[in-house]
T-cell receptor, first 114, second 113 residues
Framework: DAMVIQNPRYQVTQFGKPVTLSCSQT?????MYWYQQKSSQAPKLLFH???????NEADTPDNFQSRRPNTSFCFLDIRSPGLGDAAMYLC?????????????FGPGTRLLVL | KNQVEQSPQSLIILEGKNCTLQ??????????LRWYKQDTGRGPVSLTI?????NTKSNGRYTATLDADTKQSSLHITASQLSDSASYIC????????????FGPGTSLSVIP
């Protein structure tokens, strides 16, 4: 089935130790998004890729970076995780330009920072 | 300011009963409105999507309505099941070059036996 896959589902890292979260999609969507969601809060958009074009939200910390090597894959790199970065990270995709855009979310990666 | 509000914040209902969740928005320009279901610890799953010209959309036991004039939407769940326990999020999309969305805070629904 076409879907959005995130690995790993759970990630434990140490304070300050770089970590990479991955997302892949089989939907062939042109836009991929990374969201951060903390407990009982709405997801917060960190950045998105429209094809190869990277678009950062103004309030996304420099600590967060992203790579999209091809249409199917997108990575979230946290260069020096702090305790405040512990959250659920959601990847989503959409095909923009259809007039019926909706975002398909992956299952999320829960990050724990020790 | 683009904003999405939802009510109630939380709701507890008995299994088999119906319920209605509300969403009010001030998003301009409006593209579409979606309802998502998010189980604890999982990513949101799309239930319905409605554009400006649509005023009702059903997906099984879920029925969403949209009044674009008053900028209100509702999600009606019929014959609730224990598996309906989740957060229901109203998401409104603004017309931009990409799919810029504004999330509501969600309604936490608990269905009890």
């Amino acid at each position: 089935d076409a879907m959005v896959i995130q690995n790993p589902r759970y990630q434990v890292t140490q304070f300050g130790k770089p970590v990479t979260l991955s997302c892949s999609q089989t939907l062939n969507h042109n836009v991929m998004y990374w969201y951060q969601q903390k407990s009982s809060q709405a997801p917060k958009l960190l950045f998105h890729y429209y094809d190869k074009d990277f678009n950062n939200e103004a309030d996304t910390p420099d600590n967060f970076q992203s790579r999209r090597p091809n249409t199917s894959f997108c990575f979230l790199d946290i260069r020096s995780p702090g305790l405040g970065d512990a959250a659920m990270y959601l990847c989503a995709t959409s095909r923009v330009g259809t007039g019926q855009e909706t975002q398909y979310f992956g299952p999320g990666t829960r990050l724990l920072v020790l | 300011k683009n904003q999405v509000e939802q009510s109630p914040q939380s709701l507890i209902i008995l299994e088999g009963k119906n319920c209605t969740l509300q969403c009010n928005y001030t998003v301009s320009p409006f593209s579409n409105l979606r309802w998502y279901k998010q189980d604890t610890g999982r990513g949101p799953v799309s239930l319905t999507i409605m554009t400006f010209s649509e005023n009702t959309k059903s997906n099984g036991r879920y029925t969403a309505t949209l009044d674009a004039d008053t900028k209100q939407s509702s999600l009606h769940i019929t014959a609730s099941q224990l598996s309906d326990s989740a957060s229901y999020i109203c998401v409104v999309s603004a017309q931009t070059s990409y799919d810029k969305v504004i999330f509501g805070p969600g309604t936490s629904l608990s269905v009890i036996p």
